[in-house]
């Protein structure tokens, strides 16, 4: 999966600021054997200006790395909280208290997701799903905090029937003594319906229906293209007419004006043999072109012009979720905090002036052979021309002494020096490109945004190894820099011995 595999999300639009501007969110779960440490998640964040979050509880530890941070914070009261607060009013008070009044407004909380696909994962709490969530709202007024955070309840699109065409969607009407108190709800308190939408499982449980470029944002020709018989409106992919099928849904029950908001949606990068189709190449794919689509404020069929902000879904590939090896592979990044993939956003224009695409970093490959790398150093440092002054004993980078880090460094030096083409950061199969920042200390590298302090180093590749045969620097093939290296390098072992 080598350079395929490679960077970031830009994630999020741009700097803007206004309310109605659409955007791109996160979500972060935490089914990881090796979970990040919040500081660790944030400095990804940071890095990747992803700028808008969903959390799936209230994490504490998470709350406080994001304090101060401007990324706007989207909370959760998961399911097996639900029952006690919808039957409490002082247990919901108590949640805010502690979870939101506690945090806020360091830590930017915008919303308060009041379980998650309530009628399809928990129906025996759904019954009490519209207390929850008044409970809630009521606290947030005690604390004037009302108009500030919002308060919603995610729910699968599976809940809407007859999905297509559009035009004929309505809700499950099983649900509606819960459906239109609770649209009741969100149009007083201006709140948004929330939304998952899986194009992918449309796709997968579509028996041949639905043609894989239309559940991937793909462009198709009018012909190719789905057309609802009633509007005569022609519909390019999945995402766009499962949108309207719930603003029509919710006109079927008289609510026109309550926005919505898709909580989470995107594409697996790997799948068990009967998944074919969950590939790192449709991931990239899906998440490009869906990202692209709401910042270009593209809309859909029923409202042009109006995005709905979506959540990707999500951050980390979550090695501990059961079920398929696709549910264990929907991230953007692993647990190091190396992305799975390059998104393809170059091609977005201005709009894309914060994509970190530029963010791009070539380090000594984890697991290389000693000597190739000393090897691929030695020429770095020699016939690539790349100044390793930095290296030497006293200088920022000679710690850690050893041969992975010092590799990285010439590495990286190189790889910024020849325009960060792919080719530059190869040195015979010891190098891979990253989107993770390898400064550490007072060692800055090449490209580092830690020159004006605004990136934070993130999980550095493990550069303590000493497994080395032979010590850094030990060049090959002498003359050139390297030779003087090699000189500079016995004067000063002479001195530390004297």
């Not at 009018?222 to 603003?247: G, I, Q």
């Not at 991931?283 to 409202?303: E, M, Q």
């Not at 902000?309 to 990044?333: A, H, Q, R, V």
Request: proline share 7%; with cysteine.
């Amino acid at each position: 999966m080598a350079r395929f595999l490679v960077l970031v999300l830009l994630l999020v639009v741009s700097q803007a600021t206004a309310d109605e501007d659409p955007y791109i969110g996160v979500n972060i779960g935490t089914d990881l054997s090796i979970m990040p440490h919040p500081t660790q998640v944030v400095a990804l964040l940071k890095a990747q200006q992803i700028r808008h979050v969903r959390l799936y509880d209230a994490d504490r530890g998470m709350l406080i790395a994001l304090a101060n941070t401007d990324i706007r914070v989207m909370v959760s009261i998961p399911n097996d909280q639900l029952l006690g607060i919808g039957q409490s009013n002082s247990t919901a008070a108590n949640w805010v208290s502690r979870n939101i009044v506690a945090h806020y407004p360091a830590t930017n909380i915008t919303a308060i997701c009041v379980g998650s696909e309530v009628f399809t994962t928990i129906p025996n709490a759904a019954p009490v799903l519209v207390n929850a969530m008044k409970y809630i709202y009521s606290a947030l007024v005690a604390s004037n905090l009302d108009n500030q955070i919002k308060v919603s309840s995610p729910l699968a699109s599976s809940i809407i029937l007859d999905s297509f065409p559009p035009s004929q969607a309505f809700f499950n009407r099983s649900w509606n003594p819960v459906m239109v108190p609770m649209l009741n709800f969100l149009q007083s308190s201006g709140s948004p319906l929330m939304l998952n939408i899986y194009p992918y499982y449309d796709y997968m449980e579509s028996n041949g229906v639905i043609p894989l470029d239309y559940a991937l944002f793909k462009p198709l020709s009018p012909t190719k293209e789905a057309v609802d018989s009633n509007t005569l409106v022609h519909y390019s992919n999945v995402f766009d007419a499962m949108v309207d099928a719930t603003y029509f849904a919710m006109a079927f029950l008289n609510f026109t004006n309550i926005p919505v908001i898709v909580t989470e949606t995107g594409w697996p990068s790997k799948g068990d043999s009967n998944e074919p189709d969950a590939t790192i190449e449709n991931a990239n794919t899906y998440n490009s072109n869906l990202i692209r689509h709401i910042i270009n404020k593209t809309g859909t069929p029923k409202r042009p012009g109006i995005a709905v902000s979506t959540y990707i879904y999500e951050l980390y590939n979550e090695d501990l979720k059961p079920g398929p090896i696709s549910e264990k592979n929907w991230g953007l990044f692993d647990a190091n905090g190396d992305p799975i993939y390059i998104l393809r956003l170059t091609d977005s224009g201005s709009l894309l002036a914060n994509d970190t695409t530029n963010q791009t970093y070539c380090t000594a490959k984890e697991g290389a052979d000693p000597k190739m790398l000393q090897a691929a150093l030695d020429w770095a440092c020699g016939p690539g021309k790349v100044d390793c002054s930095p290296l030497l004993q006293g200088k920022p980078c000679y710690e850690p002494d050893n041969v992975i880090a010092h590799a990285t460094y010439a590495f990286d030096t190189y790889y910024h020096r020849m325009g960060k083409t792919p080719n530059a950061c190869d040195f015979n199969g010891v190098a891979d490109i990253t989107t993770t920042d390898p400064s550490h200390g007072s060692c800055i590298f090449p490209g580092s945004l830690g020159r004006n302090g605004t990136m934070v180093n993130i999980t550095a590749p493990s550069m303590n190894s000493t497994s080395s045969d032979s010590p850094s620097w030990n060049f090959h093939g002498g003359g050139g820099f390297a030779s003087v290296l090699v000189v500079i390098k016995v004067m000063l072992w002479s001195v530390i011995l004297l």
